[in-house]
């Protein structure tokens, strides 16, 4: 939540000269995102958000996410559509880093949604995957859950520092995830990360999907399981919302109904996506990135692995 | 640079229900300051910032700041005015800090400002100190000589591991300047900090003057020494700009002229000037104060303070 990038009004106005947006009014470094500097553009012709990839995102990956933004905002989902330069191009650089210009889109992250707004996340969630179903080429998800057991066996021992006997709990999911992990569910474009700070709201309505840094080529129903783990519990995990869940689920199968095995393997695809924040998070407690600060509590999904691996109550 | 203070959308819809500004819109964390937290925020009725008092300011100095911004924006200043809620009061609380809301300017900071920049933020200095003549009461300026000779004793020898003999220089220097200091020069209200990222421009002109927190009341040739400090100089303190000073004095003089005393003791106030600036930033690097992690180099002022001491060109 910060900006790791300045960039001098002089220069942000000569990089937008490249673009046919009129004169610069006004820009903001924004707080928003973990690894990335943000601008909040205004000029002349609207407002626009400028983003500055850091060190911690591989830009060989950049194209392929503008291109599934740009596509999902042509197929009229609230996603903020790159702009292309005189040369057409959506990538470019500014300040020595890779640099993109993206439409401003209006609403507010909310910190306590509603059953409501699950709802219509769900809705969101499950147009995201139909408008992805004609984009490639995929993309591999590289959090999946190989990645989780890289991860795991890299921290090891630390593990049991943040909670004794962490360790074992993680390695026992991960050998039933593997074993069971479900092999021919639908699969297309995913989301990834699809966390409450990622959808901005207005009115009650979802205005915004942001943050396509995670997007990847997976299975449907592992997104819907990230989505779930995001909004059916409180942000510290210790307590699982029911009617959230449901409204999600609800809100998502309203667009998109989920086939029989699709839904058999959602409480395996719950307790992976809980691996995938947990180990994600505990990486960054034990080695933080350096000058990425916020670190955020690994053991808030450790609570919500427990929610999913304890038997369903009678 | 940052945002210190998370206010969850929830929260602050209910806090913006205390002003008629209508409903929220949007809301940004933007990274402005060095020791507030401010968002960015539009509400159906237009666009507003609104700044969280972290704990590095007095809060008993608030009430003055918001009135000397009320008063110079009721003179016609481009200074952001602040709002009053419901029940009038100017100086709200949020999340446990104090929080005001204030009018948002558009215009962008520069970092290479042109001699024309200079001239204008002259003039607008000297409005500036026309208009705070009929305000009061005065409040005494917490960073004065007396302010510089108790840090730069608190540092000691710690002055010496920035430079060999740095010690010494702002020793001799603070002596020449407490026994030298003018006693009956014009005073008024003082910006006392308007470099360039608190100046905002469009289309060549001031747009906006902000962060009034370290406003005072003192000599008024004194606050323009600060800007000269500012503004005439490359950032570094390495090169001094002649054009872009002389330009800052001219737009100045032509607002309010000097008095020849006033001019006679520009060189001392320069000089008392670098040492607020130098000995504050040796302050900050030597004990940044918790979660305030940006240091600015203090040798920038030590190498400006070297070009005021050096006897003029013949």
Same mark, same amino acid.
């Given at each position: ?28 470094? $924004? ?6 500097? *943000? ?17 911690? $995102? ?20 609230? &996603?903020?559509? @790159? ?22 889109? =209006? ?21 995201? /995957? ?9 993309? %591999? ?5 190989? =990645? =989780? ?14 909670? %004794?006997?962490?360790?074992?709990? $993680? ?10 992990? @479900?092999?021919?569910? %639908?699969?297309?474009?995913? /989301? ?5 700070? *990622? ?10 999907? $942001? ?23 409180? @942000? ?6 029911? /009617? /959230? +869940? ?8 309203? &667009? ?15 307790? =992976? ?10 990486? +960054? ?25 304890? %038997?369903?109550?009678?």
């Amino acid at each position: 939540m910060a900006v790791y990038t300045e960039v001098p009004a002089e220069e942000l106005a000569e990089f937008l000269a490249a673009y046919d947006v009129g004169t610069l009014v006004m820009a903001k470094g $924004i707080a928003e995102g973990v690894s990335n500097s *943000n601008y909040l553009v205004e000029t002349t012709r609207g407002r626009f958000v400028l983003t500055l990839y850091e060190r911690r $995102i591989d830009e060989a990956d950049l194209p392929w996410f503008l291109a599934l933004m740009d596509h999902l905002a042509g197929r009229g989902l609230p &996603v903020p559509r @790159p702009l292309a330069d005189a040369q057409g191009r959506t990538l470019s650089r500014l300040r020595g880093r890779p640099a993109a210009l993206v439409e401003f889109l =209006a609403g507010v992250s909310l910190t306590q949604p509603q059953a409501a707004h699950c709802r219509a996340v769900g809705e969101a969630l499950a147009r995201l /995957h139909l408008a992805g179903r004609d984009f490639g080429p995929p993309r %591999p998800n590289h959090l999946g859950p190989a =990645a =989780a057991r890289a991860i795991a066996n890299d921290l090891g021992d630390r593990l049991d520092r943040l909670e %004794p006997g962490l360790r074992d709990r $993680i390695r026992r999911t991960l050998d039933q995830v593997e074993r069971d992990w @479900p092999g021919r569910l %639908p699969t297309g474009v995913i /989301h990834g990360d699809l966390f409450p700070d *990622n959808v901005l709201f207005q009115g009650g309505q979802v205005s915004g999907l $942001i943050d396509f840094y995670f997007a990847a080529t997976d299975l449907l129903a592992y997104d819907l399981a990230v989505a779930r783990t995001a909004w059916s519990f409180t @942000p510290d995990g210790r307590h699982f919302l029911p /009617h /959230h +869940d449901a409204a999600l689920l609800e809100g998502y199968a309203q &667009v998109r109904p989920l086939a029989p095995d699709e839904r058999a393997a959602l409480p395996l695809l719950a307790q =992976a996506a809980c691996l995938r924040f947990l180990l994600t998070r505990a990486q +960054d407690w034990f080695d933080p990135a350096p000058g990425f600060v916020q670190r955020k509590d690994p053991l808030a999904f450790a609570r919500r692995l427990r929610h999913h691996a304890a %038997p369903a109550p009678a």
